[in-house]
């Protein structure tokens, strides 16, 4: 077979997913004569994930006949990041970025200073649940594989799990002033996921989720029937029409402007704009949600503490985040997608989760696997 012909062959078998296939063509084509740069990278960028000493291996081999090529200065650091050598992963994938039009989001930013990594310019911040600024590593990798970065954030995702606590984090955020540019272009520039769900099966398994939710709650908690539950990060408002619909006094509140004014036309759910602790309806609540909330905030305990002093006796905390050490991201490791900068900024497993709750006067009443994510735990918590 020619390698031009063969070349075809891999990219194809990729495109339909027969990655086994795909692999036996490109190993064939990097043992040919002479391989390019190019397809040495491309090798390395199909080969890396299932086997990464043999993806560092082949990029390797690209460098060396083209020291400055994007996609195999890619490679290298992904293969790199994969094997846990994070520290070295870390500036391939800036050296891989600076040389990208195609990694580099940074092309999309409106100036110069504005496509500045965030992390040349914004001190290292300490753990938010013990102030410990040192950590280790445990996972880099460019962003822009899983979530864009429309040139407002630095494309290089870093987490570094503290010390002291365990916690995992993001060890240079962008400053809250710079989320809000981020969240506005993630909205406004990828409809598909943030529109609301389409009319029909979509929007119903949604409706569907939200009311099992709630009576998997009343199952445990029974006494809560029918109080005031306020829901943070309501989004569409789906769960708080189911709740309303099982007889909750629900109200909620959420970021985007256009995700109010959807629930509350369509739904005629009370869905209010604002965040926690600043815009919370005065009162205090039987139950309060936090779906896929929590680890998108810089200061996750004082939200925890804010919202436990707005519990009732008796009242129930009801939150769910991605979790570390589910069996799902156990499974994923590394591809996990819920590595995602800035979206997410700590990341919690089964024990740092327990801690954070307890710091804010709340126990774990009970913990199972949440529908909202893949990989994310559904925890029930009540005022100590
Ligand atoms: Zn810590």
């Known amino acids: 077979m020619l390698s031009s012909e063969r070349l075809i062959q891999a990219r194809a078998a990729r495109g339909r997913g027969a990655l086994g296939e795909s692999i036996d063509h490109y190993l064939a084509l990097v043992r040919g ?26 990029a390797r081999k690209a460098l060396e006949q083209q020291p400055l090529l994007p996609e195999a200065l890619h490679a ?86 503290c010390d002291d606590c365990g916690l995992v984090r993001v060890p240079d955020p962008p400053p809250e002033d710079r989320l809000p540019a981020w969240y506005e272009a993630a909205y406004s520039r990828s409809p598909d996921t943030h529109n609301p769900p389409a009319m029909g099966p979509a929007l119903y398994r949604e409706l569907m989720q939200g009311e099992a939710q709630v009576r998997r709650l009343l199952e445990r ?54 965040s926690c602790p600043g815009d919370v309806p005065a009162g205090d609540y ?31 905390l009801l939150l769910s985040t991605p979790c570390l050490d589910h069996p799902y991201h156990v499974a994923a490791g590394y591809d996990d997608p ?9 990341y919690y497993d089964r024990a740092t989760l327990r801690a954070a709750l307890g710091r804010a006067g709340l126990r774990e009443a009970d913990r199972w696997f949440s529908d909202r994510h893949l990989g994310s735990v559904m925890v029930a918590a009540t005022p100590v």
């Open 33 to 58: 004569d002479r391989p390019t740069p190019a397809v040495l990278a491309e090798a390395a960028e199909v080969i890396g994930p299932l086997r990464p000493s043999v993806g560092e291996l082949l």
């Open 76 to 161: 290298m650091a992904d293969s790199v990041a994969r094997q846990g050598r994070y520290a070295e992963a870390v500036p391939l994938f800036r050296q891989a970025v600076a040389q990208s039009g195609r990694l580099s989001e940074l092309k999309d930013a409106g100036t110069p200073q504005e496509a500045q990594p965030w992390r040349t310019r914004y001190p290292t911040v300490a753990c938010p649940a013990c102030g410990t600024v040192e950590g280790t590593l445990v996972h880099a990798g460019n962003a822009s594989r899983v979530q864009r970065c429309y040139g407002v954030v630095d494309p290089v995702k870093l987490w570094l799990r």
């Open 221 to 274: 908690f029974p006494h809560v029937r029918g109080g005031r539950l306020l829901e943070v990060g309501a989004a569409f408002g789906l769960f708080l029409a189911a709740a309303g619909y099982q007889g909750f006094d629900a109200v909620g509140l959420e970021l985007a402007t256009a995700a109010v004014q959807w629930g509350t036309a369509r739904l005629g759910v009370d869905l209010r704009q604002g």
């Open 286 to 316: 039987d139950v309060i949600v936090l779906f896929e909330v929590i680890e998108h905030f810089l200061n996750p305990d004082a939200v925890l503490a804010d919202l436990a002093r707005r519990l009732r006796p008796g009242g129930v």
């Open 338 to 346: 819920m590595w995602s900068v800035p979206g997410h900024l700590v």
